[in-house]
């Protein structure tokens, strides 16, 4: 019984044993085994990277000044940067660069003149604050010049001032304040673009009103309300184009049609009274008799009977747009566009 009981041990033994070797016919595996380094040899530790430091935004209690800002510019950057921005050393940055450009912020160039980064070292002690924000808008105003800032003056004031204000402060309910520098320094030029182009809340998308030139150049021009370019005389001398108001031709497509709902439908009139409130509102006064000035008295008993009788002219003015209007039809969709004039029928009521 012992004997026997030795057999089997060996038995399972030899088993495990074979289990822990594999076949000897086996390839060798393709990722050898690495070496690991002898624990009593010093292991190369990763170099400690220093970490950037937080930068303070020190506001100015004056606009920043592009003229303010070229001598400090020809003195500490031109060399590098060149005297015309294009950069002259390996690395450095071309202001004149737009696709560069539009994608950064004020703040973003505060931050890399006061820190440095790479070979470009930190200016926090060669300039005060102030002169960090006259020299960054110094070199912004590479990306652009007194043309685009009086083409773009130009669109600004036919299109924007009435709920943006002439001078940039905003007239209506949420409109921006492109005077505030806290508020214009932390949004890239591609920002503007797509609120300009989509449209966001009440204010429409401009995108089939507006080129893309027209765009970027409104979007160079609000940008001097937060700092002065030092080129104002110059788009002041700049002839301004004469706008000619052409009556607006529609095209049978909108004359032919008519309400497709009953004037009198009151689903039609609570959905074209959001949309009315959201996005005509601040400019036709929430009752429709006109908030601005040029803009129509819908109140009146000859305007409603007008929309009534005269559906597909109003809903073409609607969609198109007409002198400083923008068209709708990149925004609402048909059935929206005639519950927001179904609505309008209810005026004067």
């Not at 005077?179 to 030029?189: E, F, K, Q, S, V």
């Not at 301004?240 to 052409?246: R, S």
């Not at 689903?267 to 074209?272: D, E, S, Y």
Request: aromatic share 10%; net charge negative.
């Amino acid at each position: 019984m012992k004997h026997q009981k030795s057999l089997i041990l060996f038995a399972v033994v030899a088993l495990l044993l074979g289990a822990c070797s594999g076949p000897k016919s086996l390839p060798d595996g393709p990722t050898p085994i690495p070496t690991l380094i002898p624990a009593t040899e010093m292991v190369s530790l990763p170099v400690a990277v220093e970490t950037p430091s937080f930068t303070i935004l020190s506001y100015p209690a004056r606009p920043p000044s592009a003229e303010l800002g070229q001598p400090i510019y020809d003195e500490q950057c031109a060399d590098c940067h060149g005297t015309d921005g294009n950069g002259v050393v390996p690395g450095a940055r071309n202001f004149n660069d737009l696709d560069y450009m539009r994608g950064e912020t004020p703040t973003s160039f505060y931050a890399i003149i006061t820190e440095g980064r790479g070979e470009m070292p930190p200016f926090r002690d060669r300039m005060t604050s102030d002169e960090r924000w006259d020299v960054l808008f110094y070199l912004w105003r590479f990306s652009t010049n007194a043309d685009t800032l009086a083409n773009g003056k130009h669109i600004y004031e036919t299109n924007c001032a009435a709920c943006h204000g002439e001078d940039g402060i905003g007239t209506v309910l949420g409109a921006s304040d492109f005077t505030d520098l806290r508020y214009m320094d932390d949004r890239a030029p591609r920002d503007f673009y797509l609120v300009i182009t989509q449209g966001v809340g009440s204010m429409p998308a401009w995108q089939g009103r507006l080129s893309q030139e027209e765009r970027w150049a409104v979007i160079d021009y609000l940008r001097t309300f937060s700092y002065d370019p030092g080129l104002m005389e110059q788009v002041e001398s700049i002839p301004q184009p004469t706008v000619e108001e052409a009556e607006l031709v529609c095209s049978e497509d909108y004359l032919s049609q008519t309400n497709p709902f009953n004037w009198g439908d009151a689903a039609a009139i609570q959905a074209g009274n959001a949309i009315y409130e959201q996005s005509c509102g601040m400019c036709h006064g929430s009752d429709g008799s006109g908030a601005f000035p040029n803009t129509p008295d819908f109140t009146t008993p000859e305007a409603v009977n007008d929309l009534r009788v005269n559906s597909g002219g109003a809903l073409c003015v609607t969609a198109e747009g007409y002198q400083a209007m923008p068209g709708w039809k990149e925004t609402l969709t048909n059935e929206q566009m005639w519950q927001v004039l179904t609505y309008m029928g209810t005026f004067g009521n």
